[in-house]
């Protein structure tokens, strides 16, 4: 693959620690893109899940490695945890072989936006109902994402596709749906509410970019189920990119935000 190149490179949820990350294939991206600016939007490291069924994979090491190994580079590395790695909420302010290490970040694109960037988890307890339904739909989540990589790992070895099970059913439940536009809303509404014109998030695994009572919400997805990013061109656009075996496939958004700027 050539490399492309980049003003500012999004990317969240990778899991490493846990089976369903797949870290060999971000780092086939990694490889094959690059960037002034690289924010790792939180649950980078499952923490979480590794406290219970720890899954560290010499893929995984890898990955670490090429971070730091960007992060000591001339591209500037920002890690702003998650739920899955809070414990390094504690680490705020500081850096990490190079990596800086903060709870949000301010980010304005070349076009002029501003856009809030944050894992996401912050806005849980304003759209969480609590209920033993959302209890029990987060433990079948994580079960079925693990079924997932051993159904997939089958599917390779006769020449089939990657195809995520987990994201075709969870498209298909309304309570699913439901929460995820709550989350879609509450995000734009809490960035709005600050004066910024969008949020840049991960946190609940589905990438998105749309325009929500004029604040522009972006989710850049994961790399578990989508594996996708969202990055900002020269000319301060952001794109959506995914990854695919072979080569990433890219998505314009909100193309008209340098004419918007300029017209303003």
């Given at each position: 693959?050539?490399?492309?190149?980049?003003?500012?490179?999004?990317?969240?949820?990778?899991?490493?620690?846990?089976?369903?990350?797949?870290?060999?294939d971000l780092s086939d991206f990694l490889s094959a893109v690059?960037?002034?600016?690289?924010?790792?939007?939180?649950?980078?490291?499952?923490?979480?899940?590794?406290?219970?069924?720890?899954?560290?994979?010499?893929?995984?090491?890898?990955?670490?490695?090429?971070?730091?190994?960007?992060?000591?580079?001339?591209?500037?590395?920002?890690?702003?945890?998650?739920?899955?790695?809070?414990?390094?909420?504690?680490?705020?302010?500081?850096?990490?072989?190079?990596?800086?290490?903060?709870?949000?970040?301010?980010?304005i694109t070349e076009a002029g936006d501003r856009y809030l960037?944050?894992?996401?988890?912050?806005?849980?307890?304003?759209?969480?109902?609590?209920?033993?339904?959302?209890?029990?739909?987060?433990?079948?989540?994580?079960?079925?994402?693990?079924?997932?990589?051993?159904?997939?790992?089958?599917?390779?070895?006769?020449?089939?596709?990657?195809?995520?099970?987990?994201?075709?059913?969870?498209?298909?439940?309304?309570?699913?749906?439901?929460?995820?536009?709550?989350?879609?809303?509450?995000?734009?509404?809490?960035?709005?509410?600050?004066?910024?014109?969008?949020?840049?998030?991960?946190?609940?695994?589905?990438?998105?970019?749309?325009?929500?009572?004029?604040?522009?919400?972006?989710?850049?997805?994961?790399?578990?189920?989508?594996?996708?990013?969202?990055?900002?061109?020269?000319?301060?656009?952001?794109?959506?990119?995914?990854?695919?075996?072979?080569?990433?496939?890219?998505?314009?958004?909100?193309?008209?935000?340098?004419?918007?700027?300029?017209?303003?």
């Amino acid at each position: 693959m050539t490399t492309k190149h980049f003003r500012t490179l999004w990317l969240s949820d990778v899991h490493l620690g846990a089976i369903q990350s797949r870290a060999a294939d971000l780092s086939d991206f990694l490889s094959a893109v690059s960037a002034d600016t690289i924010y790792l939007v939180g649950d980078i490291v499952d923490l979480e899940r590794m406290k219970v069924k720890p899954t560290f994979l010499e893929s995984h090491r890898a990955l670490l490695g090429k971070l730091v190994a960007i992060a000591q580079g001339p591209t500037r590395v920002v890690y702003i945890p998650g739920n899955h790695d809070v414990e390094f909420r504690q680490m705020a302010g500081q850096s990490l072989f190079g990596v800086e290490i903060r709870l949000e970040a301010e980010h304005i694109t070349e076009a002029g936006d501003r856009y809030l960037v944050f894992h996401g988890d912050a806005l849980d307890a304003a759209i969480r109902k609590g209920t033993n339904l959302e209890k029990f739909a987060s433990a079948a989540y994580t079960l079925l994402v693990e079924t997932d990589v051993r159904f997939n790992a089958l599917r390779s070895r006769f020449g089939g596709r990657f195809s995520p099970l987990a994201t075709r059913i969870k498209n298909r439940l309304k309570a699913a749906n439901e929460y995820i536009e709550r989350f879609e809303n509450t995000a734009a509404s809490y960035a709005g509410g600050r004066g910024f014109d969008g949020v840049i998030c991960g946190h609940i695994h589905r990438p998105c970019a749309r325009d929500i009572d004029g604040v522009r919400y972006v989710n850049d997805g994961d790399w578990v189920e989508h594996r996708s990013a969202v990055a900002e061109n020269a000319a301060g656009e952001l794109e959506l990119l995914r990854y695919r075996s072979g080569g990433i496939d890219l998505e314009p958004l909100f193309p008209d935000s340098r004419r918007r700027k300029l017209a303003a």
